[in-house]
């Protein structure tokens, strides 16, 4: 993916995939309680989620290459 569209289509899966799943995260805690989460609860839900693709991005580029190339 070294071209510019390939570059933008990663993007935008990358953006796709954190929003459906704080979706489900904000769904599934109305489901749980029946109400809308708080003003934190809704906080610490999106950055739950940005740190998990962040990290999962991190061992993708860091770790995978050296795991593959044994």
């Given at each position: 993916?070294?071209?510019?569209?390939?570059?933008?289509?990663?993007?935008?899966?990358?953006?796709?995939?954190?929003?459906?799943?704080?979706?489900?995260?904000?769904?599934?805690?109305?489901?749980?309680?029946?109400?809308l989460?708080?003003?934190?609860?809704?906080?610490?839900?999106?950055?739950?989620?940005?740190?998990?693709?962040?990290?999962?991005?991190?061992?993708?580029?860091?770790?995978?290459?050296?795991?593959?190339?044994?």
């Open positions: 993916m070294k071209s510019e569209v390939g570059r933008v289509l990663i993007s935008a899966a990358l953006f796709d995939n954190i929003f459906w799943l704080f979706l489900l995260a904000l769904l599934s805690s109305m489901l749980a309680f029946g109400e989460p708080s003003a934190l609860a809704f906080t610490m839900m999106l950055t739950k989620v940005i740190a998990f693709f962040t990290v999962t991005g991190l061992l993708s580029v860091h770790v995978y290459p050296h795991i593959s190339s044994e």
